[in-house]
């Protein structure tokens, strides 16, 4: 899928409409899999990581959980779904990524992050605000 082609673009509301659905798909536990997440500058692993001695580039933003998996695979979901708003990806796929992360990491830090469930839909409940931020 050419993420920049004008017959995959969508509007903010159908996004938004398809992270409505993916969030029911998780409340009702279609739960995927995925190797780890690396991309845009957010890792998801399952121990926290060594700061870099290495002053070249900016460290990633580690996310630390138990649900690796279960995360990586809703960070595609939502990769997937967003990326059919089209137009400049590279110019907000940082922001958009690090916004995933930082909702995953207040979750976990708030202790919503009993089940696989409950940390995605904590993931969910930002990312169905996010749509508009990148039209």
């Known amino acids: 899928m050419d ?45 926290p990581r060594k700061p870099s001695e290495s002053s070249w580039g900016s460290e990633p ?8 998996a279960e995360l990586s695979w809703l960070f595609e979901e939502l990769r ?17 990524f690090g916004s995933l992360a930082d909702a995953a990491e207040f979750a976990i830090q708030m202790g919503k992050d009993t ?6 839909q904590a993931v969910l409940d930002v990312a169905v605000t996010l749509p508009p931020r990148y039209v």
């Open 80 to 96: 997937d779904i967003f990326y059919q708003l089209g137009g400049d990806i590279f110019g907000w796929k940082f922001d958009f």
């Open 3 to 47: 993420p920049k082609s004008p017959r995959n673009s969508k509007s903010a509301d159908q996004v938004a409409d398809d992270v409505r659905a993916l969030a029911a798909r998780v409340a009702r536990g279609e739960i995927g899999t995925a190797r780890a997440w690396g991309g845009a500058d957010v890792c998801i692993v399952r121990r």
């Open 61 to 68: 933003k580690y996310v630390v959980t138990k649900y690796v």
């Open 115 to 120: 089940s696989p469930e409950e940390l995605l």
